[in-house]
């Protein structure tokens, strides 16, 4: 099992960056793949990014692509997604969660990366990023 805590949102005008953390406990945590998702109001959960735990491969949303970068570092425990040339639209609740099974490679659909992400409690409480115009 793993607890995660995502960190690093907030306010940032149109075009700006961010960078989130998602930071694990649990000594297993470098066995799982994990994913960024985020909801905006209104709107059903999405897969934005995937980095898998096996070969550093990864995964991105067309919405995203090219303007966020994913990376872990399993020495801390952390992912992180790097947010550059931020747009109003990517205003939402992020959040971080251990992807199922372990050892493999992320999806390669963001319905896919929902769908195999893992119960509640391999999910983060998220952060809030808004985008300002």
């Known amino acids: 099992e793993v607890q995660l805590v995502e960190s690093g949102g907030g306010l940032v005008q149109v075009g700006g960056s961010l960078r989130l953390s998602c930071a694990a406990s649990g000594s297993t945590f470098d066995a799982y793949p994990t994913g960024w998702f985020r909801q905006a109001p209104g709107k059903e959960r999405e897969g934005v990014s995937c980095i898998s735990s096996t070969d550093g491969s990864t995964y991105y949303a067309d919405s995203v692509k090219g303007r966020f970068t994913i990376s872990r570092d399993d020495a801390k425990n952390t992912v992180y997604l790097q947010m550059n040339s931020l747009k109003p639209e990517d205003t939402a609740v992020y959040y971080c969660?251990?992807?199922?099974?372990?050892?493999?490679?992320?999806?390669?659909?963001?319905?896919?990366?929902?769908?195999?992400?893992?119960?509640?409690?391999?999910w983060g409480q998220g952060t809030q990023v808004t985008v300002s115009s």
């Open positions: 969660a251990a992807i199922f099974p372990t050892l493999s490679s992320c999806p390669s659909s963001s319905a896919a990366l929902r769908s195999r992400a893992g119960e509640d409690d391999y």
